[in-house]
């Protein structure tokens, strides 16, 4: 009887701990494991990711009103990221409209305008960029970028980003016709660079 | 037994609306391309009119330590309504009241056991006053609200958005089938004992002017205001005019010498 308890002890002490232990992982997970990373980015105007997971009451205004179904919301696997949002640039990129800054209530979108967004940097990925590598005189990237000849330049034929004037919408990723297999990712990428201690 | 008022078809109908406007709400955003109306029972934009659920608003403004002038406004027409009526966004509004509705219409229709009471003692009724704090103390510790995530009027909105928007469900919703499988043991036990949301709305409306007043002198002490009572209460003791009280007007409507009547003060 008494090796029993023992024995239903130590499972009992198993099993809490099994569960508590990502219990207690899931918790934290959210402070330190921002879905913010390559590619995947707040809407413009988003404050720093730490505060904006303090700040958003995941209200889905943005995402009801993103007139090009960019922004998804994510859900409890995101721990406490659930309910806010993400644009996922490859899928859908940012048409800079700027119609959810107008209507965020909490100010986790600050109302700016569409040269003042700072969604990310684009970087160019030398080793896979068709015109980089001089395999074809691509220049996608160039032709879609809403701020042409300003945030993306063309030098000897090659595209060249401005940091300065790069907003970071996506929409050079998502016409990009490179994916590069390993990881995934096109031939430039936004990096959200601008959201703090993001990755 | 013959009903001498009729407070309770006006409340499924309030309450059939306000699920209509966050049902349609998606779909006119979504097909229609129309932005006059946004978002559910967490923020909801009429125009350039915002509201912001009082709760939600507080958190945020506490867990990021800053004031955002357009949430704060929002909060005011809210806590406005509860100050002045109580927690009648719970019983008049609120997405899970209707579904609660149906659950105990469903039971009622299937005609099978009694209802469970809403008097049970397992939890005792002051714990709403634990829940809100503590609601709040452990957000600000993560540093992320949690009532904006798990709100049950709100995951009702988001999952319809959801469904509208992406054909798919957010798995956090499962907490709204354990909402309603809890009523199969004790009835709106969370909204009894355990909603941060109602805590905060009940304080506001701790001197709300409308109330339920027992005229004691016409009470026949049925008892049946007490039996249908949602909240557990037992209004033929006053105690629909505590702190408690959610101003659903069941009482008014069942008590058969009218010895129960809203009084606005």
């Known amino acids: ?199 | 037994m013959k009903s001498t008022s009729s407070i309770r078809p006006w409340r499924l109908a309030a309450l059939a609306l306000a699920l209509a406007v966050i049902v349609a709400n998606p779909l006119i955003n979504f097909f229609c391309q129309n932005h006059f109306v946004q978002g559910w029972y967490q923020s909801i934009a009429v125009g350039e009119l915002w509201f912001v659920s009082p709760l939600e608003g507080l958190e945020s403004i506490l867990v990021a330590k800053a004031v955002y002038a357009p949430a704060f406004i929002g909060m005011i027409a809210p806590l406005t309504l509860a100050f002045l009526l109580g927690r009648v966004f719970c019983s008049w509004i609120c997405p899970l009241t209707l579904l609660l509705e149906i659950v105990d219409w469903l039971r009622r229709r299937l005609g099978g056991k009694k209802r469970p009471s809403a008097h049970s003692e397992i939890v005792p009724r002051w714990t709403l006053w634990l829940v809100l704090p503590a609601e709040l103390l452990i957000s600000m510790v993560l540093g992320a609200p949690l009532f904006v995530i798990f709100s049950p009027p709100g995951l009702i909105g988001r999952e319809l958005m959801m469904l509208v928007f992406f054909r798919a469900l957010a798995m956090e919703g499962l907490l709204l089938l354990a909402l309603i499988a809890l009523e199969l043991f004790s009835r709106r036990l969370f909204c009894r004992c355990l909603c941060p949301l109602g805590a905060l709305l009940a304080l506001t409306g701790g001197k709300r002017r409308l109330r339920v007043q027992l005229q004691a002198d016409a009470c026949v002490d049925c008892g049946r205001c007490a039996k249908t009572c949602p909240l557990g209460l037992r209004p033929q003791t006053d105690q629909a005019a505590s702190i408690y009280c959610w101003n659903c007007g069941d009482c008014v409507d069942c008590c058969p010498s009218q010895a129960l009547r809203f009084r606005w003060r």
């Not at chain 1, 099994?18 to 219990?23: I, M, N, S, T």
């Not at chain 1, 899931?26 to 980015?41: D, M």
């Not at chain 1, 644009?87 to 209530?105: D, F, G, R, S, T």
């Open chain 1, 1 to 199: 009887m008494k090796r029993r308890d023992t024995l239903s002890l130590i499972l009992g002490a198993a099993l809490a701990t099994w569960l508590a232990a990502p219990g207690a992982a899931w918790a934290t997970a959210g402070r330190w494991f921002s879905p913010i990373r390559r590619n995947r980015l707040r809407p413009p105007g988003a404050v720093a990711e730490a505060q904006f997971l303090a700040r958003c009451i995941r209200c889905g205004r943005c995402l009801e009103v993103c007139p090009y179904h960019a922004i998804v919301m994510l859900d409890i696997r995101h721990a406490l990221h659930a309910g806010t949002p993400l644009i996922a640039v490859e899928n859908i990129p940012c048409y800079l409209c700027m119609k959810c800054v107008a209507v965020c209530p909490t100010g986790s979108l600050r109302p700016i305008g569409q040269k003042e967004t700072r969604m990310g940097l684009a970087v160019i990925d030398h080793y896979s960029c068709l015109a980089w590598r001089g395999d074809t005189l691509c220049r996608t990237c160039y032709d879609k970028c809403p701020f042409a000849n300003v945030a993306i330049r063309l030098e000897q034929l090659r595209p060249v980003i401005d940091e300065g004037a790069c907003v970071g919408c996506g929409l050079c990723v998502n016409a990009c016709p490179i994916t590069v297999a390993e990881d995934g990712g096109k031939a430039i990428n936004i990096e959200p660079v601008y959201a703090g201690n993001a990755a």
